[in-house]
């Protein structure tokens, strides 16, 4: 017997029919803003991932040498494909580029609650627009689903923050700063001790009372940012402020803006982030791990040797997005559903086939037996596919002309005319003909 490989899952038909309604749900939301479904590969270049975000990032990810000698990875993410993409046909395609996907990642780590070595996300990105309103868009396409789920807009919080003004406020401080280690380390504040999230900012360049500094600066409140503007002095964050208090607006005009807060600690690991970034919590903090996040990547179609191309995007996960629904209670039910069981008894093949086709036409989920079952064992797995109604083909029905229709839950049953079921019933039960 072989062992699931560790990270990674399987999802049995009731887990997976729950899974599937919250993905139907999440991409529904995305077609509605016209994002249009994209299908990506699952193998990359290793290069593009380390020219990106530096050759430590390989010791991440499941990197091998393909039999014609490349160096490929597993993607771990989608950004970097989409952005390659984009590349290859930024002068047939219209502005702006509004895509989305679902599928499989792949990330060599320790595994933990709502993180696994295989994970699945569905992408929303916009492409060719660098106005706030696109930021404030993949922000709403991010709370209508969540609100599509069940979830009230009190389940979960937007935190966000704007990347130029931590690179801003690292480059105000006197000395040599490493600001792209410095905002690494801001983005591991909350999942390390204090010491060490210290540790990592001084090594960083910061002296001690320049870490303290700094994270006073990172608690400003959003009433108080001219504070920043005036402590860094430059225009750089003076616009940083600038545009992250635009997108807030526009988030106020498409409805989100009550599920967002300024966080100045949210940083995003990855280095092509550039402007606005931000990451969806439970709100009650019960599910510890980011449901998703996103933000602003204006630079990375140019540094994929495309035209200057503003970018956006988000990617809702759902390992922890099913904690969360979870936890609120609005979790789809983990069962499978069938409409139809088509019982056949006796030498009734052939009308039970027709039966059972024409209900299928009108697209219904219709089972029958394959297996030479006897009546009561047909009955009995009717019941465990959680059968709605029971079509009985039997010889001695037939023989009268008729059908025998039974309603699983109530055990009620009734005869029906052969030549009249389905007949013209979009999805005829049990009521229709008591």
């Not at 399987?10 to 919250?22: L, S, V």
């Not at 050759?55 to 950004?79: H, K, M, N, S, W």
């Not at 000395?175 to 540790?199: C, L, M, S």
């Amino acid at each position: 017997m072989y062992d699931r490989i560790k990270g990674f899952r399987d999802f049995y038909p009731p887990e997976m029919a729950a899974r599937r309604e919250t993905i139907d749900t999440v991409e529904s939301v995305a077609r509605r803003y016209g994002f249009r479904e994209i299908e990506t590969p699952a193998l990359e270049s290793a290069e593009m991932y380390a020219d990106k975000s530096g050759e430590e990032i390989l010791e991440e990810l499941y990197v091998f040498e393909d039999r014609g000698g490349r160096e490929v990875a597993l993607t771990p993410e989608l950004t970097p494909t989409v952005a390659r993409m984009a590349v290859a046909r930024q002068q047939a395609l219209t502005k702006p580029v509004k895509w989305f996907s679902t599928r499989p990642f792949w990330r060599y780590e320790q595994v933990q609650q709502g993180r696994f070595r295989e994970f699945y996300q569905t992408n929303v990105d916009i492409f060719g627009s660098a106005e706030p309103t696109a930021d404030a868009e993949v922000l709403a396409v991010a709370a209508d689903a969540l609100t599509g789920l069940g979830l009230d807009s009190g389940d979960f919080e937007f935190r966000v923050s704007h990347r130029d003004i931590l690179g801003g406020l690292l480059a105000a401080f006197e000395g040599e700063v490493d600001t792209r280690a410095a905002v690494r380390a801001v983005d591991k504040r909350e999942k390390v001790e204090p010491d060490e999230y210290a540790a990592l900012l001084t090594d960083a360049g910061l002296s001690a009372g320049q870490v303290d500094q700094f994270d006073e600066l990172l608690a400003t409140p959003e009433d108080r940012l001219d504070e920043l503007v005036a402590f860094a002095g430059t225009d750089r964050v003076e616009a940083a402020v600038g545009n992250l208090q635009r997108v807030l607006a526009a988030a106020t005009d498409l409805g989100v803006r009550d599920s967002c807060s300024l966080s100045l600690t949210t940083a995003r690991g990855l280095d092509y982030y550039t402007g606005v970034v931000f990451e969806c919590f439970d709100s009650t903090g019960e599910v510890s791990r980011s449901v998703f996040g996103g933000g602003r990547y204006d630079d990375l179609i140019e540094g994929f040797g495309g035209q200057s191309t503003p970018a956006v995007g988000v990617a809702p996960g759902y390992a922890t997005l099913s904690l969360l629904c979870q936890r609120a209670g609005v979790w789809p039910e983990e069962a499978i559903e069938t409409d139809y069981y088509v019982l056949q008894v006796g030498e009734t093949r052939e009308t039970a086939a027709r039966i059972a086709r024409d209900l299928r036409a009108r697209g219904h989920v219709v089972e029958s037996d394959v297996s030479g079952r006897s009546f009561g064992a047909q009955l009995d797995y009717a019941d465990s596919i959680n059968a709605e109604t029971v079509v009985i083909v039997g010889e001695r029905d037939l023989a009268d002309g008729e059908v025998t229709l039974k309603q699983m839950e109530s055990g009620d049953q009734t005869q029906v005319p052969v030549g009249s079921f389905p007949g013209d019933h979009e999805r005829p039960t049990f009521d229709d003909f008591a």
